[in-house]
């Protein structure tokens, strides 16, 4: 898939700037944002993907069994799905096929995803897939796999000593430049920056 895709920041996440927690005063801060985000997410899954629930709360529970203090403001983090879309009541992807569909996505994110591969696991062709999808999603599935892409890394960058490059090939990107990238255009900021701001000296330490 090509990258076009127009980026979206969560409404309830913080711009960063001068004013954002560093390492040695918004650890305990970033985290407990972090735990808050998986359990909203957890919640949010719960009734149609109970899988994905599961793999967030696993998430929240080691990270609570890495001793994380709970207080502070959120990193900015990419929403799941653009924040403002209501899908219509019909038009778009029944309910079986929008969780197959996703969580393949989930489930692949370290690999090549097309366009054709996603609409066989919904059993429709591509034209029919790519437009019943935006209607339940809000934005195409191009955009969708980069936004989710852009998440995992945000993840890995906040729970792991990964280096950028590592990081960029567990997302099924080329490397370090292409995460960089598309990480600047959704977010507004370098992926180094913003594991610079936002990760846990305790983490950045086992690099």
Not at 6 to 30: C, F, K, M, Q, Y
Request: charged share 20%; glycine share 8%.
């Amino acid at each position: 898939m090509s990258e076009r895709s127009s980026p979206s920041l969560s409404a309830h996440t913080n711009t960063i700037n001068s004013h954002a927690p560093r390492h040695d005063e918004g650890g305990a801060d970033v985290h407990a944002a972090h735990l808050l985000g998986l359990l909203t997410e957890a919640q949010q899954l719960l009734h149609d993907d109970p899988g994905q629930a599961q793999l967030c709360l696993d998430r929240v529970c080691r990270l609570l069994r890495q001793g994380v203090p709970m207080s502070g403001d959120p990193p900015a983090f990419v929403l799941p799905q653009p924040g403002s879309h209501r899908p219509p009541p019909t038009g778009g992807l029944a309910s079986w096929q929008l969780r197959k569909v996703t969580s393949h996505v989930e489930n692949r994110l370290g690999r090549n995803l097309s366009m054709e591969e996603l609409a066989l696991v919904a059993s429709l062709s591509p034209g029919h897939f790519c437009r019943a999808f935006k209607i339940s999603m809000g934005e195409t599935p191009h955009a969708y796999v980069i936004r989710q892409r852009i998440r995992r890394a945000q993840t890995l960058m906040l729970e792991t000593g990964q280096s950028l490059s590592d990081i960029a090939s567990a997302c099924g990107l080329t490397d370090q430049a292409h995460l960089t990238r598309l990480f600047k255009r959704w977010v507004g900021t370098t992926p180094m920056l913003w594991r610079r701001t936002w990760q846990s000296p305790a983490v950045g330490g086992r690099a």
